[in-house]
């Protein structure tokens, strides 16, 4: 009997230890229910880890701009945006810049009348007739130098300034007469809308009206036409020259970027990049990034002069002045 009661009361003890354990588990897995931010693992992220991916997405895109844009106008700087753009979209894939030449008076008819969104120029807006010059807002990227160039072979390698203008009026129509080869003058000219023109007949020339001649608007081909012609002269922008042709001396002065720079040779032009009011998404991007540092490398290789080594200033009307 006393065996029976024994047995009996070690049965409710190990019922109600089965029954203490059962009601731990229980209120442990209600702890772990109500946790609203468990412990991630290894290959879960956190809220915090998200957000801040989400931050570096944001960064990621705002570093990045897309969308398409025209640059239209002056071929004396369109290597110099060409290889800009180029190192732009490099940076910026979903970017597109094309650029063309024309002309700057093509570049600033085609910006102010909505047709270009940026039109490249070597001549001030307000020199250009027909067009809003208010209207236009200027970007000043760069300096370049123009001159008189000829085929190597003139026998020559200096004119004084009233000797270029007598050549390109046609008074003197062969080398000879000034101490070089016996052969005619070919003059290669440029068109009215060039900009390399108008600095040329301004400050070579003296407005002097030049004489008939091959008219090509071209810089590239400018250069190829005086090379390969006997007796050529024409001028072209200083990041045009290579061995094919020979830059003139003026009035003993050398074409170098130095001698821009300090004012000695008078026959330059800023390179303009124009647009149409203040610029927004893509054109303000590329603009900005014209006038940066990262640009004075490609403007130097390119063969321009900047803008922060120039120790003069010129106005529209040509007024100089020292910086």
């Known amino acids: 009997m006393l065996m029976k009661k024994n047995v009996k009361s070690m049965g409710l003890l190990v019922l109600l230890g089965l029954l203490l354990v059962f009601a731990a588990a229980c209120g442990n897995s209600d702890s772990n229910t109500g946790n609203e931010n468990p412990p991630a693992t290894q290959d879960e992220e956190t809220p915090e880890q998200e957000n801040n991916e989400d931050a570096n997405t944001e960064e990621d895109e705002e570093a990045t701009v897309s ?6 106008g002056s071929s004396a700087i369109q290597p110099l945006v060409e290889a800009a753009a180029h190192e732009f979209m490099g940076t910026n894939p979903d970017a597109r810049i094309q650029v063309e030449g024309g002309g700057s008076g093509t570049g600033l008819s085609q910006v102010d009348q909505g047709g270009a969104d940026i039109g490249n120029s070597d001549i001030f ?14 970007h000043r990227v760069a300096i370049v130098g123009m001159g008189a160039t000829a085929h190597p072979e003139v026998g020559v390698d200096n004119v004084t300034q009233q000797e270029l203008i007598d050549i390109f009026t046609g008074k003197i129509t062969n080398w000879s007469e000034i101490g070089g080869a016996d052969v005619d003058i070919t003059l290669v000219n440029r068109p009215e809308s060039s900009g390399t023109r108008a600095t040329f007949y301004k400050f070579a020339l003296n407005e002097n009206q030049e004489a008939e001649g091959i008219t090509q608007d071209s810089s590239g081909t400018v250069r190829q036409i005086i090379s390969e012609t006997p007796g050529a002269i024409g001028y072209l922008a200083f990041s045009y020259y290579n061995d094919s042709v020979l830059p003139l001396k003026l009035d003993g002065v050398e074409q170098t970027d130095e001698n821009v720079a300090n004012g000695t040779y008078p026959v330059w032009a800023y390179m303009h990049m124009y647009t149409k009011g203040e610029p927004d998404g893509l054109a303000k991007a590329f603009l900005d990034y014209m006038s940066s540092d990262a640009v004075v490398s490609i403007i130097q290789e390119q063969g321009y002069i900047a803008e922060s080594t120039m120790q003069i200033e010129r106005d529209a009307e040509g007024n100089v002045s020292d910086k």
Do not use: M, P
């Open 67 to 72: 969308g398409s844009i025209t640059a239209v």
């Open 125 to 138: 807006a307000e020199e250009k007739e027909d067009i809003d010059a208010a209207s236009l807002v200027d």
